[in-house]
């Protein structure tokens, strides 16, 4: 089992930025992947950013350029770096961790972006 703990969400006004952090625990396997998806109400969750251990990364179009996802492998944590952040980024954002076919989610982070 691998336990997932979000940090980071909150309100911030458009333009601005936050900073979204997972730390995995439990069974880590060290090859993995671990990545930030996010779920608006009525809509399907959908990946906003992905990296695997070996540091290859994964973009959703809508955020290229300005989200940044980074790993730390010792303390198994990823990090979201959201810049310009825009009302239409206002969602509920999920962690997940996935190994060897296993997939493990976070609790979600509520992240709200006023206009």
């Known amino acids: 089992q691998v336990q997932l703990v979000e940090s980071g969400g909150g309100l911030v006004q458009a333009g601005g930025s936050l900073r979204l952090s997972c730390a995995a625990s439990?069974?880590?396997?060290?090859?993995?992947?671990m990545g930030w998806y996010r779920q608006a109400p009525g809509k399907q969750r959908e990946l906003v950013a992905a990296i695997t251990s070996g540091g290859s990364t994964n973009y959703a179009d809508s955020v290229k350029g300005r989200f940044t996802i980074s790993r730390d492998n010792a303390k198994n944590t990823v990090y979201l770096q959201m810049n310009s952040l825009k009302p239409e980024d206002t969602t509920v954002y999920y962690c997940?961790?996935?190994?060897?076919?296993?997939?493990?989610w976070g609790q979600g982070t509520q992240v709200t972006v006023s206009s």
């Open positions: 997940k961790y996935s190994d060897w076919g296993s997939d493990y």
């Open positions: 439990g069974s880590i396997f060290s090859i993995n992947a």
